[in-house]
């Protein structure tokens, strides 16, 4: 009968594995890691480019802008790692904190030219 | 069919039938719901059993979320079965449920909690009192710790919502996970613990893998935070580090050497990261290099640069050549046009730097007072170069020439 036949445990499911609503189900504060993370590898390539093709105005202002989103979101990170601001805060933090760098970039760039 | 006030909704459930393996997948259902304010999932789910499929297997017991038996991913979030309701979604959505993640799935939508629970104990997560009391001790409600305990972080009930929603339980195998972290910030918070030091150590190892996410917090369903709880096991480490370092525990020698066992995804895992590592490292060293570094250790070769032939130089008088070349530094490539003034007397012939000795403004041949003039400060020059007023410490400065086959070469570099 039934009870003979061995049966067999299904290895764990991955974390999105058969989950096609995950992305929709993904929150703010998972996002803010990811893009930190894409970020930091955009900065990479664009140092190279920068470093590479001196004065273009393009490459300055995107690593000015991906420079400064990176920042923010870290900066997030370390205000909650040393509780300076509430977990609870921490969804604000992500828009303030690149909304703040926003303004910043701006005012740089018009600073500068 | 579907009433006014009822709906029809599509239901998709994971299977997985133990007795023929596989992988599983979805098996479509169809429900109507007459009302889906007041209908739960985990209600949709034992009609379904009823109406339906019989062999359908799910975990369930209290139905009025105290117990976390019915943890589920709906919809791509893990919530509890019994307090997610149908109009929780959008009308018409369908609905998916699926097992939690990182659990061994025994059959369809429940899970095998053994790992969950072996965390708990590895890290330690049972209150051990510093010392034996008769009397029931009590904790000020207003007293440090247990405000910093908070309300929340001692109401879990071990759903496992957390941990299957937490990407990085994935990817490190030893990592204790968001529960039990946060069972062990209570007892760290509690005065009347007694293994404090045991118990930071191994909590503090875990909690490195996380990565402020928040992923558990967005998921529990007793609005705990672990992110909190984890965040607040690290500034333990601030202070308390200092404490004694722990006795070196006598090891057990093993009989035969451990083997360095490592599988094939996790060797590749590592071989990846190197190499992204590596060709990171790579680019930015390999850039900063030829850029900043290189140009002091290469010696810059020097450059004959054409002015022009010799048949268009004026004897008698001084003129004013553009040179044009292309000056390498680094990666970067200038292209450079500055002037030279060449002066030819005869056979005698100078070719003088048109920068100003001073500050490097260019210099003009004013031929009426035969003078060179800089009109930056001032500076003049005589017909040799020598200085006669202004500021400029030292005479015009010459470049090395040549003369091949009627054209005049000027050395630069």
Not at chain 2, 154 to 164: D, F, N, Q, R, Y
Not at chain 2, 270 to 291: K, P, R, Y
Not at chain 2, 313 to 330: H, Q, S
Request: hydrophobic share 40%; proline share 6%.
């Amino acid at each position: 009968m039934a009870q003979d036949i061995p049966i067999e445990y299904r290895k764990p499911l991955a974390w999105g594995e058969y989950d096609p609503h995950r992305r929709e189900g993904t929150q703010a504060g998972m996002w803010a890691w990811l893009w930190q993370r894409i970020s930091a590898l955009a900065i990479i390539v664009l140092l190279a480019l920068h470093l590479i093709l001196t004065y273009k105005p393009v490459i300055q202002f995107l690593l000015l802008l991906v420079v400064t989103f990176h920042a923010a979101l870290g900066l997030r990170v370390i205000l909650l790692d040393f509780n300076l601001v509430g977990v609870k805060y921490q969804r604000a933090l992500i828009w303030g904190l690149v909304g703040l760098g926003l303004l910043v970039v701006t005012g740089i760039w018009y600073s500068i030219y | 069919m579907a009433q006014a006030s009822g709906s029809v909704r599509d239901i998709k459930i994971f299977r997985y039938d133990p007795h023929l393996g596989g992988s599983g997948d979805f098996q479509s259902y169809v429900l109507e719901i007459p009302d889906e304010s007041t209908t739960t999932i985990l209600d949709v789910l034992l009609r379904l059993l009823r109406e339906q499929d019989p062999t359908l297997a799910f975990r369930y017991a209290c139905r009025v979320n105290m117990c976390g038996s019915c943890g589920l991913v709906i919809n791509g979030k893990e919530r509890l079965a019994c307090k997610t309701n149908v109009s929780d979604f959008p009308p018409g959505r369908d609905i998916t449920l699926r097992p939690l993640n990182h659990f061994p799935v025994i059959k369809d939508l429940v899970v095998d909690l053994e790992p969950f629970f072996r965390k708990y104990e590895e890290t330690l997560s049972f209150y051990e009192p510093r010392e034996e009391f008769t009397e029931p001790l009590q904790i000020r409600p207003d007293s440090k710790e247990r405000r910093d305990i908070g309300r929340e972080a001692t109401e879990c009930i071990a759903c496992g919502c957390c941990v299957s929603s937490c990407t990085m339980v994935h990817y490190h195998e030893d990592y204790a996970g968001p529960a039990a972290l946060n069972r062990v910030f209570t007892l760290l918070a509690d005065s009347r613990d007694g293994l404090f030091a045991e118990r930071l150590e191994r909590a503090l190892a875990s909690c490195y893998h996380c990565r402020t996410e928040f992923n558990c917090t967005e998921v529990c369903p007793k609005g705990i935070s672990s992110t909190r709880a984890i965040k607040y096991i690290q500034r333990l480490a601030l202070t308390h580090f200092k404490d004694k370092p722990r006795p070196e525990q006598p090891k057990a020698v093993p009989d035969t050497p451990p083997v360095a066992s490592t599988d094939r995804r996790t060797f590749l895992r590592q071989v990846g990261v190197g190499l992204l590592g590596a060709a990171s490292i790579m680019v930015v060293g390999g850039v900063a290099a030829t850029t900043a570094v290189s140009p002091s250790l290469v010696k810059t070769s020097r450059l004959w640069v054409p002015v022009a032939p010799l048949s268009q130089i004026p004897v008698g008088d001084i003129a004013t050549l553009m040179m044009r070349y292309d000056l390498k530094n680094g990666l970067y490539t200038q292209e450079v046009a500055t002037p030279v003034l060449v002066s030819r007397t005869g056979s005698q012939i100078t070719c003088f730097n048109a920068s100003c000795t001073h500050l490097g403004c260019i210099v003009k041949w004013d031929s009426q007072w035969e003078r060179f003039r800089c009109a930056c400060h001032g500076g003049v020059f005589d017909r040799d170069g020598r200085v006669l007023a202004g500021p400029p410490p030292r005479p015009l400065d010459r470049y090395r020439f040549k003369v091949d086959s009627d054209l005049l070469l000027v050395e630069v570099g």
